[in-house]
């Protein structure tokens, strides 16, 4: 008989032994139960059969025991279920063949065949497999002299040890999934988390990045003829890129939590900067706005501010924080619109990003062109869940 030993693979039933350790541990297990086995060793002793039935019989046990070795030893896995469902018609054969012309302490050999086919078989097989290999052990025994005195105190060890082993490779092949599942989790995980740091970083840099662009070509065009103004953009620059640099060290640690009034007062310098003339909201005081939602929307004023900066040649940009009351629930609003070139939004990672932090606060996100014509301008607009939890 054939048991399982430990959850870290040291000789599992349904896996050939990878190693010289799963092998000893594995053949000690095995070798354990064949002591079951003294029965049949003690009647060729002394059951007073003569000199060719002994020499038939034990050569019958050898090839008995060599091949239920093998055959949970080696395992189904390493071979097809045909050929595991003979090995074990010929484990039957032989047990049936040696019980009624030696007697009946060859029963037990029936409890070998019923393990066996548990240990080796998939469950669809076994569940059939080892109730046959019980059925025909009544069988035999009510054929042997004797033999139904024997039956009651095999009957239960062939039936429940089978379904114990079936119930073990069960066991051990849903433990085998739910590592593997374990596995993928933490891979998605692992995933996710580079996701959200790249959209983090791409949030951070291309706002920053942008605003030293554009104050390195003020910077270049005053000079030489303005060096007092020139020498304010340098020390622009070098502000934005000091914060820039505790920015992306915040958003690596996971700490930084963007608010409203901190990217309406960035948007304000960033715009200016790129003489863009801003109307923008003194501020938003809502208290019961959730930390998770106001991060939502002070990215989105960021991304959409680095946008117009960038790609819009706008010459005005508003932007409004309104709150409404929909069939849903109040929700806070911003939108950002300008009088660029506008046309069609451009899916990329900076929307993806922003629709991703949105919809994880149950909110949504819409862009395009301003007009009608779709060259009047082009407008952001994010909505949040007042209530949204964090």
């Known amino acids: ?33 064949l002591f079951y086995l003294s029965a049949p060793v003690t009647d060729l002793v002394r059951g007073g059969h003569g000199t060719a039935a002994r020499l038939l019989g034990g050569l019958g046990l050898l090839a008995f025991t060599g091949w239920y070795l093998v055959l949970v030893f080696r395992t189904a896995k390493l071979m097809p279920v045909a ?16 019980s009624l012309t030696l007697g009946r302490e060859w029963l037990v050999l029936f409890v070998y065949v019923s393990i066996s086919s548990g240990a080796a078989l998939p469950g669809e097989y076994s569940r059939w497999t080892v109730p046959g290999a019980t059925a025909l052990l009544t069988a035999v025994a009510f054929s042997v002299p004797g033999g139904d005195e024997y039956l009651a105190g095999l009957l239960i060890p062939a039936l429940m040890g089978g379904f114990a082993m079936v119930g ?6 849903t433990t085998t999934e739910l590592r593997q599942a374990r596995a993928t989790v933490a891979q998605l995980a692992a995933n996710e988390e580079r996701l959200r740091m790249a959209r983090d970083l791409h949030d951070l840099l291309g706002h920053s990045l942008s605003l030293i662009t554009l104050k390195s070509e003020l910077a270049g065009r005053m000079l030489p003829g303005q060096p007092e103004r020139a020498a304010q953009q340098v020390a622009d620059i070098e502000r934005v890129s000091r914060q820039a640099l505790v920015d992306v060290r915040e958003a690596v640690s996971g700490y930084r939590r ?3 009034p901190g990217e309406l007062a960035g948007a304000r310098t960033a715009l200016a ?27 989105s004023l960021r991304e959409a501010v680095t946008n117009v900066v960038r790609h819009s040649g706008a010459r ?29 939004a451009v899916p990329g990672n900076g929307l993806t990003g922003l629709t991703e932090r949105l919809e994880a606060v149950g909110g949504t996100l819409s862009a395009g062109p301003a007009g009608r014509g779709g060259t009047s301008g082009f407008r952001l607009l994010a909505r949040v869940p007042l209530g949204s939890g964090s």
């Not at 990878?18 to 297990?29: F, M, Q």
């Not at 709150?323 to 046309?343: C, M, P, Y």
């Open 1 to 33: 008989m054939a048991l399982t030993q430990d959850p870290d693979g040291l000789g599992r039933i349904g896996q050939a032994p990878e190693s010289t350790t799963h092998k000893v541990v594995k053949s000690l297990w095995i070798g354990i139960w």
């Open 316 to 344: 005005r940009c508003t932007v409004t924080l309104t709150t409404r009351q929909t069939l849903a629930g109040a929700v806070v609003e911003l939108a950002v619109s300008d009088d660029g070139t506008g046309g069609a």
């Open 168 to 173: 073990v490779r069960a066991m051990i092949r």
């Open 273 to 299: 900067a790129a003489g863009v003339t801003a109307d923008l909201p003194a501020g938003f005081e809502d208290g019961s706005l959730p930390e998770e939602a106001e991060s939502a929307l002070a990215w």
């Open 258 to 260: 963007p608010t409203l």
């Open 83 to 98: 050929r595991v469902l003979l090995s074990l018609a010929v484990l039957a054969t032989q047990a049936a063949v040696l």
